[in-house]
């Protein structure tokens, strides 16, 4: 199975025929038996000097092995890596100083499909279709919000008004006219649902609104950290597919964003960037010395950002028995089925209906 591969230490990426390079700019304390199996190229240590490239401490990845990278340091490559990454169909995911999303390296498309391309402009252009397809996302969302919230509502956290909102406003997801009033809806359905968040974590946070732009405390800057994963592992499922990232349903198409990952992380962000958080914190991975808070500002620090990133990748690699399928699937996977689901039903093969959380 190929893996995400990410990236904390400054260095250059190069290759040579098949493999990959990581060269970090400083030398390690210690280099793992087998570098393949360490998919945070890390390297913490520090010999006081200025940093250089050390080609004898490189870790070496057949690139057989990499489905996407994800990097949070600065990098040097040149244009032929870039266009070894192209021949591969490698996406690169980059990330800014705060270990916000930054932007992609996207190859070519390689699955392309002009019937499906036009068949998708026109679920997005015309009306009627656009809202079936929106309407089943954010029914896919609140679905996913209220298991979360029923799992802890059974563990000791009375959460039955916020259960009782949530289930109140997704009752009128039917009922929306156009894009406005649904993104309405689904906004009040998050308010509501971010609202248990200080219940959930036992009152150790002051968590009382959720604030993008800037976060302004540790859990406002986790759920964007979380939900800038979530985009890119489904940018780079929907890569692995002919639909255009481009054309989207809910969020509205614009320029220099891919807006069908926004759409498809709608489902997936309380599975995986929430569950997460709820774990990190309430287990004490992460604590209040990992966040940098500044006035009105706050982000997750590079360590704290390791530690959330080695759980989100144990989580994208654990295997669940598909319930239809019978047989075991990854929480990768699941996003890669949605796509397809997507793809059946703009080609009017089958109604699609979202991702829901079982189990």
């Known amino acids: 199975m190929k893996r995400c591969?990410?990236?904390?230490?400054?260095?250059?990426?190069?290759?040579?025929?098949?493999?990959?390079?990581?060269?970090?700019?400083?030398?390690?304390?210690?280099?793992?038996?087998?570098?393949?199996?360490?998919?945070?190229l890390d390297n913490d240590g520090s010999d006081g000097e200025s940093p250089a490239f050390d080609a004898?401490?490189?870790?070496?990845?057949?690139?057989?092995?990499?489905?996407?990278?994800?990097?949070?340091?600065?990098i040097t490559l040149n244009t032929r890596f870039?266009?070894?990454?192209?021949?591969?169909?490698?996406?690169a995911h980059y990330f800014n100083y705060y270990g916000y999303y930054a932007g992609t390296f996207y190859p070519r498309d390689y699955l392309i499909s002009?019937?499906?391309?036009?068949?998708?402009?026109?679920?997005?252009?015309?009306?009627?279709?656009?809202?079936?397809?929106?309407?089943k996302l954010i029914e896919g969302a609140a679905y996913n919000m209220r298991k979360n919230l029923q799992y802890y509502n059974a563990r000791n956290t009375d959460l039955s008004e916020t259960l009782t909102d949530v289930e109140r406003y997704s009752e009128s997801?039917?009922?929306?006219?156009?894009?406005?009033?649904?993104?309405?809806?689904?906004?009040?359905?998050?308010?509501?649902?971010?609202?248990?968040?200080?219940?959930?974590l036992k009152e150790k946070y002051d968590f009382q609104r959720r604030i993008k732009n800037p976060p302004d405390n540790a859990v406002n800057a986790l759920i964007s950290f979380g939900n800038s994963l979530v985009y890119t592992a489904c940018l780079s499922e929907i890569y692995r597919t002919q639909l255009s990232p481009l054309i989207s349903f809910l969020h509205e198409p614009g320029e220099r964003r891919f807006s069908l990952a926004l759409d498809l992380a709608e489902i997936f962000k309380p599975l995986l960037a929430d569950r997460i958080l709820f774990r990190a914190l309430n287990q004490n991975m992460l604590q209040h010395r990992d966040f940098d808070?500044?006035?009105?500002?706050?982000?997750?620090?590079?360590?704290?950002?390791k530690i959330f990133v080695r759980e989100f990748e144990e989580k994208m690699t654990t295997?669940?028995?598909?319930?239809?399928?019978?047989?075991?699937?990854?929480?990768?996977?699941l996003i890669r089925l949605e796509c397809y689901k997507l793809i059946k039903h703009i080609l009017g093969e089958q109604e699609y209906e979202p991702f829901k959380i079982w189990w």
């Not at 808070?293 to 950002?305: E, H, I, V």
């Not at 295997?319 to 996977?333: D, G, M, N, P």
């Open 319 to 333: 295997t669940i028995e598909h319930r239809k399928l019978k047989r075991k699937v990854s929480y990768r996977r």
């Open 114 to 135: 002009g019937y499906l391309l036009m068949k998708q402009t026109e679920h997005a252009r015309i009306q009627s279709k656009r809202m079936t397809i929106a309407k």
């Open 173 to 200: 997801i039917p009922q929306a006219a156009n894009i406005q009033e649904l993104m309405g809806i689904e906004g009040n359905i998050r308010k509501a649902y971010y609202s248990a968040f200080s219940a959930i």
């Open 5 to 40: 591969y990410y990236i904390f230490t400054a260095g250059r990426l190069r290759r040579r025929e098949n493999t990959v390079f990581f060269e970090p700019q400083t030398l390690p304390e210690a280099m793992p038996d087998n570098p393949q199996e360490e998919l945070l």
């Open 293 to 305: 808070a500044t006035l009105n500002y706050c982000y997750l620090k590079p360590a704290g950002r």
């Open 56 to 74: 004898k401490q490189k870790r070496v990845v057949p690139i057989d092995d990499i489905d996407s990278f994800m990097i949070f340091a600065e």
């Open 82 to 91: 870039l266009n070894f990454l192209s021949q591969y169909r490698i996406p």
